[in-house]
């Protein structure tokens, strides 16, 4: 009965926030369906959305919703200028190459946001209120993150599949040298899914930042998070990755009425490495 | 001369061992001698990783845990069950082999970033599970209790003692490393890094080849481990698998050269000076992390054989010395 | 007269795609088999049937005179069969020579480095590579390259030699002195199934020849037989290049 208990308090949650590690995971696996490629800065990426939160609600006194457009704009010309300088050249090179190259980046972006921001808890102030759900109190900023991811996971579809750079998207992904042959433009639609990608861990980090403390090395965890829902979801399968962070969200929910809360990530890897083992093309198989 | 032939790759990877063994000696500071204990510690892992990543070409991105795993069960025979250090080492190695040798049956069917993914997989589900095993204490992990150190003479001596020992294992990684890269065993790994289906088409068997490289980069790191964290005093989960430092060993076997044995060497010995170099320089020190990252990128976008794989296509009559 | 080869009812899918139904035949020792037959036709299927890269789903398969329809490509190596790659795979960073070697190593005979060193050389020269061994594999042009793969081959001294389009891209002289190649390879004992395109030469070399057509095996005889069989020259019209090559032979 008390399991019952926690599972109604926690379950919700979980749900909630399964919805945006989801909008995380998106990005992620958007950019390894188009180019191949595993983002490894995408962790600090998550961090400097939620900074860009602290500092236009703290500097500018911006509502940290009307900041995600800011934010999301800002993710995206990160992603393109990323995209030219460190990946455009190990596009087509082995995978090692490319890892390494976005891990650099992962490790320009912590070193100096370490150097300037420090790695000392920061917290946005800002309550949404909260509301009762049965036994279960729900944050108002959780709830709204939810809806915002769902925003942008339906527009991200309407994105790929109603509009022309969208379609183009599509056919690089599908594949490349075909779709140079139709004419795409391919190197600007592939600064582009990098720049939509990041842009997606971006706004994930700053929805996170509403409800969380945070520092510049936060994005780590969500980043691994993110690989285990882009498994689960189907590596390439953008809207998988929401259905995946639901599952992982779940998971999250569920396990603290069973077990110390310090076995989730015992399951959530075994489940991953599992995953990759059994079905490398995600639950719900990805394209291919 | 046939000598010569022979083991002419050896020379270098073996001088510079030795030089770093006997650097602090020379000079008798003992900060030195915790330099050198860190550039062969990383010269021993690097090399091991090698075998995998850069002779069967499989990018493992979470290679320290072996490093983590190996020392865990070596310091936990050490303190609870009161084994001498010597088999202790023995027993993480092969603690680390095991473990290299089950996983690897299962995770070396993935190719490419499907396995590199599950490596990281593999290290986080072990930190965490550690993290929950009491046997291993849990989050605080496992404290050396004081007096296994007088066995040595006291913790100044088994320090020194430790030193010898990486050197020694640091000597054992690269020559395990040029024993694989010269034997028929290191060619069949060498056709499956550049092309697996004809390498089995060819009578290589892949599955098993690539488990037993697996497990032959394994072992050192798992013996490493015990020595450092014998060092150290104590072991815990968050030292014991760091997912920063597996990429750092990619990292030191990029920037030296993967493939060849003298590579990851210098590698190490570059990687771990610059970063002495970068914490401890004014201008650099707040923002060393950033000036690796850009350096690695440099690296990585315009020389990504490495220093000795540039020097090899630039220069072939090197290609002997530089194995 | 020692059967080397025997395939009974192989069939093998690709999705929708019947790529091969109920191919049957023996293969003597000593002999060459031509496998001819239109673009799309499975004979490459069909390789990678009798070598395990795809095992098929149906019929059995027997390689001296064991059962080898699910094994592995390696088991196959082991056992004494090579084959050459329509599409070359060389291992672009080992030198010519490893490259050879690691055919020596890991064929049938399992030699050891030194021995495989020597048959490499022995093999390179064969096949005219010789001034190349220390050479990077990546930088042979595209002849070479087939070379290579025919060395590669060779190193591994097999009993079953599978040739997927050696002469392919090769100018007429080239064309000429492969042939010579491959019926010294056949003086060796080697016994060899060839696909081919190139008809006059297939049909100068093959004592035997097997024609595929949409995975469905419609002729197998005597190059003669074959250049007179109707069901041949009605499957090539399709292609009416080559039923010009093929009638051109008589």
Same mark, same amino acid.
């Given at each position: 009965?008390?399991?019952?208990?926690?599972?109604?308090?926690?379950?919700?949650?979980? /749900?909630?926030?399964?919805?945006?590690?989801?909008?995380?995971?998106?990005?992620?696996?958007?950019?390894?369906?188009?180019?191949?490629?595993?983002?490894l800065s995408h962790g600090p990426i998550i961090a400097l959305g939620m900074f860009g939160t602290f500092f236009l609600f703290t500097r500018l006194n911006l509502n940290p919703y009307a900041g995600l457009i800011p934010v999301a704009i800002m993710g995206l010309l990160l992603g393109v200028l990323i995209y030219v300088i460190a990946v455009h050249r190990v596009i087509n090179a082995p995978h090692l190459s490319s890892l390494l190259a976005t891990f650099s980046v992962n490790m320009i972006i912590i070193g100096l946001g370490t150097a300037v921001l420090t790695t000392s808890p920061y917290n946005v102030d800002f309550s949404a209120g909260s509301f009762k759900l049965g036994s279960a109190t729900l944050l108002g900023t959780r709830l709204i993150a939810a809806l915002v991811a769902m925003l942008f996971t339906g527009g991200l579809y309407l994105f790929l599949y109603r509009t022309r750079p969208g379609k183009f998207i599509r056919a690089v992904a599908n594949n490349r040298s075909a779709a140079e042959l139709m004419g795409v433009p391919s190197t600007r639609i592939l600064a582009l899914s990098f720049g939509l990608g990041t842009m997606l861990a971006a706004v994930s980090g700053a929805l996170i930042a509403t409800f969380f403390p945070f520092n510049i090395l936060s994005g780590g965890s969500y980043e691994l998070?993110?690989?285990?829902?882009?498994?689960?979801?189907?590596?390439?399968?953008? *809207?998988?990755?929401?259905?995946?962070?639901?599952?992982?969200?779940?998971?999250?929910?569920?396990?603290?009425?069973?077990?110390?809360?310090?076995?989730?990530?015992? *399951?959530?890897?075994?489940?991953?490495?599992?995953?990759?083992?059994?079905?490398?093309?995600?639950?719900?198989?990805?394209?291919? | 001369m046939k000598l010569w032939n022979r083991y002419s790759g050896l020379i270098l990877p073996v001088l510079v061992v030795a030089a770093l063994a006997v650097w602090p000696v020379i000079t008798g500071k003992p900060a030195n001698r915790e330099s050198a204990f860190t550039i062969l510690k990383a010269v021993a892992l690097a090399s091991s990783l090698n075998i995998l990543l850069g002779y069967t070409g499989y990018v493992s991105f979470g290679h320290i845990v072996f490093y983590g795993f190996g020392g865990y069960v070596g310091i936990f025979l050490l303190t609870e069950k009161g084994w001498s250090l010597w088999t202790a080492i023995l027993a993480g190695g092969a603690a680390s082999g095991i473990l290299a040798f089950l996983l690897g049956s299962a995770i070396l069917r993935l190719r490419g970033a499907y396995f590199a993914l599950a490596t990281i997989g593999v290290n986080e589900a072990m930190r965490a599970f550690i993290n929950n095993f009491e046997l291993f204490g849990g989050p605080t992990g496992i404290t050396l209790n004081f007096s296994v150190y007088r066995d040595f003479g006291g913790a100044?001596?088994?320090?020194?003692?430790?030193?010898?020992?990486?050197?020694?294992?640091?000597?054992l990684a690269l020559l395990l490393s040029y024993i694989v890269r010269t034997s028929k065993f290191g060619l069949g790994l060498l056709a499956i890094r550049e092309n697996e289906d004809a390498a089995e088409v060819m009578g290589v068997v892949a599955p098993r080849a690539k488990t037993w490289a697996y497990v032959l980069s394994a072992i050192i790191p798992g013996m490493v481990g015990?020595?450092?964290?014998?060092?150290?005093?104590?072991?815990?989960p968050h030292d014991a698998f760091p997912l920063h430092a597996s990429i750092e060993l990619l990292v030191m076997v990029m920037l030296g050269g993967q493939g060849t044995v003298l590579g990851p060497i210098l590698g190490a010995?570059?990687?771990?000076?610059?970063?002495?170099?970068?914490?401890?320089?004014?201008?650099?020190?707040?923002?060393?992390?950033?000036?690796?990252?850009?350096?690695?990128?440099? /690296?990585?976008?315009?020389?990504?054989?490495?220093?000795?794989?540039w020097l090899r296509h630039r220069v072939p009559p090197l290609r002997r010395v530089l194995a | 007269?020692?059967?080397?080869?025997?395939?009974?009812?192989?069939?093998?899918?690709?999705?929708?795609?019947?790529?091969?139904?109920?191919?049957?035949?023996?293969?003597?020792?000593?002999?060459?088999?031509?496998?001819?037959?239109?673009n799309g036709a499975g004979k490459t299927t069909l390789f990678n049937a009798i070598n395990g890269v795809y095992p098929p789903e149906e019929g059995r398969i027997m390689f001296r005179e064991k059962e080898i329809t699910k094994a592995r490509p390696y088991d196959h190596?082991?056992?004494?069969?090579?084959?050459?790659?329509? *599409?070359?795979?060389?291992?672009n960073e080992l030198s010519v020579r490893e490259n050879v070697m690691v055919g020596a190593c890991f064929g049938h005979e399992h030699q050891d480095l030194g021995n495989a060193s020597k048959i490499a050389d022995e093999v390179l020269e064969f096949v005219g590579l010789a001034p190349r061994a220390d050479q990077l594999a990546g930088s042979l042009n595209v002849a070479q390259k087939k070379r290579l793969e025919m060395a590669r081959a060779l190193a591994a001294r097999p009993y079953?030699?599978?040739?997927?389009?050696?002469?392919?891209?090769?100018?007429?002289?080239?064309?000429?002195?492969?042939?010579?190649?491959?019926?010294?390879?056949?003086?060796?004992?080697?016994?060899? *199934?060839?696909?081919?395109?190139?008809?006059?030469?297939?049909?100068?070399?093959?004592?035997?020849?097997?024609?595929?057509?949409?995975?469905?095996?419609?002729?197998?005889?005597?190059?003669?037989?074959?250049?007179?069989?109707?069901?041949?020259?009605?499957?090539?019209?399709?292609?009416?290049?080559?039923?010009?090559?093929?009638?051109?032979?008589?």
């Amino acid at each position: 009965m008390q399991q019952i208990n926690i599972l109604l308090a926690s379950l919700p949650d979980g /749900i909630l926030l399964g919805f945006v590690y989801g909008l995380a995971a998106m990005g992620l696996t958007l950019i390894w369906g188009v180019m191949n490629v595993i983002n490894l800065s995408h962790g600090p990426i998550i961090a400097l959305g939620m900074f860009g939160t602290f500092f236009l609600f703290t500097r500018l006194n911006l509502n940290p919703y009307a900041g995600l457009i800011p934010v999301a704009i800002m993710g995206l010309l990160l992603g393109v200028l990323i995209y030219v300088i460190a990946v455009h050249r190990v596009i087509n090179a082995p995978h090692l190459s490319s890892l390494l190259a976005t891990f650099s980046v992962n490790m320009i972006i912590i070193g100096l946001g370490t150097a300037v921001l420090t790695t000392s808890p920061y917290n946005v102030d800002f309550s949404a209120g909260s509301f009762k759900l049965g036994s279960a109190t729900l944050l108002g900023t959780r709830l709204i993150a939810a809806l915002v991811a769902m925003l942008f996971t339906g527009g991200l579809y309407l994105f790929l599949y109603r509009t022309r750079p969208g379609k183009f998207i599509r056919a690089v992904a599908n594949n490349r040298s075909a779709a140079e042959l139709m004419g795409v433009p391919s190197t600007r639609i592939l600064a582009l899914s990098f720049g939509l990608g990041t842009m997606l861990a971006a706004v994930s980090g700053a929805l996170i930042a509403t409800f969380f403390p945070f520092n510049i090395l936060s994005g780590g965890s969500y980043e691994l998070k993110s690989f285990v829902i882009g498994v689960l979801g189907g590596l390439g399968n953008p *809207i998988g990755a929401l259905f995946g962070g639901l599952i992982l969200g779940m998971i999250e929910g569920i396990i603290p009425a069973f077990l110390e809360q310090s076995w989730v990530p015992v *399951i959530e890897f075994g489940l991953f490495v599992l995953i990759l083992l059994v079905r490398p093309s995600g639950l719900f198989g990805a394209k291919k | 001369m046939k000598l010569w032939n022979r083991y002419s790759g050896l020379i270098l990877p073996v001088l510079v061992v030795a030089a770093l063994a006997v650097w602090p000696v020379i000079t008798g500071k003992p900060a030195n001698r915790e330099s050198a204990f860190t550039i062969l510690k990383a010269v021993a892992l690097a090399s091991s990783l090698n075998i995998l990543l850069g002779y069967t070409g499989y990018v493992s991105f979470g290679h320290i845990v072996f490093y983590g795993f190996g020392g865990y069960v070596g310091i936990f025979l050490l303190t609870e069950k009161g084994w001498s250090l010597w088999t202790a080492i023995l027993a993480g190695g092969a603690a680390s082999g095991i473990l290299a040798f089950l996983l690897g049956s299962a995770i070396l069917r993935l190719r490419g970033a499907y396995f590199a993914l599950a490596t990281i997989g593999v290290n986080e589900a072990m930190r965490a599970f550690i993290n929950n095993f009491e046997l291993f204490g849990g989050p605080t992990g496992i404290t050396l209790n004081f007096s296994v150190y007088r066995d040595f003479g006291g913790a100044a001596h088994a320090l020194q003692t430790s030193f010898y020992i990486g050197a020694g294992l640091a000597l054992l990684a690269l020559l395990l490393s040029y024993i694989v890269r010269t034997s028929k065993f290191g060619l069949g790994l060498l056709a499956i890094r550049e092309n697996e289906d004809a390498a089995e088409v060819m009578g290589v068997v892949a599955p098993r080849a690539k488990t037993w490289a697996y497990v032959l980069s394994a072992i050192i790191p798992g013996m490493v481990g015990v020595l450092f964290f014998f060092k150290n005093g104590n072991v815990e989960p968050h030292d014991a698998f760091p997912l920063h430092a597996s990429i750092e060993l990619l990292v030191m076997v990029m920037l030296g050269g993967q493939g060849t044995v003298l590579g990851p060497i210098l590698g190490a010995f570059a990687y771990q000076g610059m970063r002495g170099y970068l914490v401890t320089s004014p201008i650099f020190k707040d923002i060393q992390l950033s000036v690796s990252g850009a350096l690695l990128l440099m /690296i990585v976008l315009f020389i990504p054989a490495g220093a000795i794989g540039w020097l090899r296509h630039r220069v072939p009559p090197l290609r002997r010395v530089l194995a | 007269m020692t059967i080397l080869l025997s395939l009974q009812g192989v069939s093998k899918r690709f999705g929708g795609l019947q790529a091969l139904s109920n191919v049957t035949f023996d293969l003597p020792e000593g002999q060459i088999l031509g496998l001819i037959g239109p673009n799309g036709a499975g004979k490459t299927t069909l390789f990678n049937a009798i070598n395990g890269v795809y095992p098929p789903e149906e019929g059995r398969i027997m390689f001296r005179e064991k059962e080898i329809t699910k094994a592995r490509p390696y088991d196959h190596a082991r056992m004494g069969m090579a084959r050459t790659h329509q *599409i070359v795979q060389p291992l672009n960073e080992l030198s010519v020579r490893e490259n050879v070697m690691v055919g020596a190593c890991f064929g049938h005979e399992h030699q050891d480095l030194g021995n495989a060193s020597k048959i490499a050389d022995e093999v390179l020269e064969f096949v005219g590579l010789a001034p190349r061994a220390d050479q990077l594999a990546g930088s042979l042009n595209v002849a070479q390259k087939k070379r290579l793969e025919m060395a590669r081959a060779l190193a591994a001294r097999p009993y079953l030699l599978l040739l997927d389009e050696v002469l392919a891209g090769l100018n007429p002289s080239e064309i000429d002195s492969m042939v010579q190649t491959v019926l010294r390879i056949r003086e060796q004992g080697i016994t060899i *199934i060839m696909i081919e395109h190139v008809m006059k030469a297939v049909m100068n070399v093959s004592d035997r020849i097997l024609v595929l057509d949409y995975g469905v095996q419609i002729a197998e005889g005597s190059p003669e037989e074959i250049a007179k069989n109707e069901k041949v020259i009605e499957a090539y019209l399709g292609d009416p290049k080559l039923a010009q090559q093929l009638l051109e032979e008589e």
